[in-house]
């Protein structure tokens, strides 16, 4: 009887050593990932840009090109909607406010005022267009978007046209990430008319994370 006490005893023991192994095993891997995924949170917020409008008297006004020799003065925290021979061009000063450069993947145009809703939710990704050329804005400096319509018979290029004769509101939403190609978000911008037409005032409304929950 004694053996036999003795053989269990050792055996709940081991078992005992075994158990508390795997719930040591088990917190160290546990704190291990929650270790590597604050990592890569700290990395993505590093690569991560957020595009806001220039700052007005701040910062410098650019000088913007287009492929067919357009070119168009841009001040800071303004915007471009023209129209003139027989295009349309589109631009916005901007600045990254976020950590990583910002590479602008494409743009869509929405000219109902009801977009200016809180609530209203971007374009499907077949409405945007994308650029040209490459455009980039560096962290924490100040850089452009541009976009054009060409063909008059197109109803974007007949909508646009129309809202920038009668000074109508103009939604812009630009699509950009981080240079690895991640972290991808749509920034809703408002171009607003002058009174007298004197030039067109840009301001960021909301941003929307593709690649990610959003924070609100």
């Known amino acids: ?30 704190s291990a990932n929650r270790a590597a995924r604050v990592a ?3 990395l993505l917020l590093g690569l991560r840009p957020l595009l806001v409008t220039s700052r007005f008297g701040a910062d410098p006004e650019q000088k913007v ?3 067919d020799g357009k070119w168009v003065k841009l001040p800071a925290g303004e915007a471009v909607a023209e129209v003139a021979d027989g295009a349309v061009y589109l631009a916005i000063s901007l600045r990254n406010a976020g950590t990583g450069i910002a590479v602008l993947h494409g743009w ?6 009801d977009v200016a809703r809180a609530d209203v939710e971007p374009p499907g990704m077949e409405a945007f267009h994308r650029l040209s050329r490459d455009l980039y804005v560096p962290a924490g400096d100040i850089g452009f978007w541009q976009g054009a319509f060409r063909d008059s018979t197109d109803e974007e290029f007949q909508a646009v ?9 103009i939604t812009v939403w630009l699509l950009y990430g981080d240079y690895q190609g991640g972290q991808r978000m749509i920034s809703r911008f ?9 030039g067109w005032v840009a301001a960021v409304a909301r941003h929307i994370y593709l690649d990610a929950d959003a924070p609100r």
């Open 65 to 67: 090109g287009f492929v």
């Open 1 to 30: 009887m004694a053996d036999w006490d003795w053989v269990t005893i050792s055996a709940l023991a081991t078992a005992a050593g075994t158990l508390i192994l795997a719930i040591a095993t088990f917190a160290s891997v546990r």
């Open 40 to 42: 890569e949170q700290s």
């Open 190 to 198: 408002g171009l607003t008319a002058r009174a007298g037409g004197d």
């Open 108 to 113: 869509a145009i929405t000219t109902d005022p």
């Open 161 to 169: 046209r129309r809202a920038i004769e009668q000074a109508h509101h």
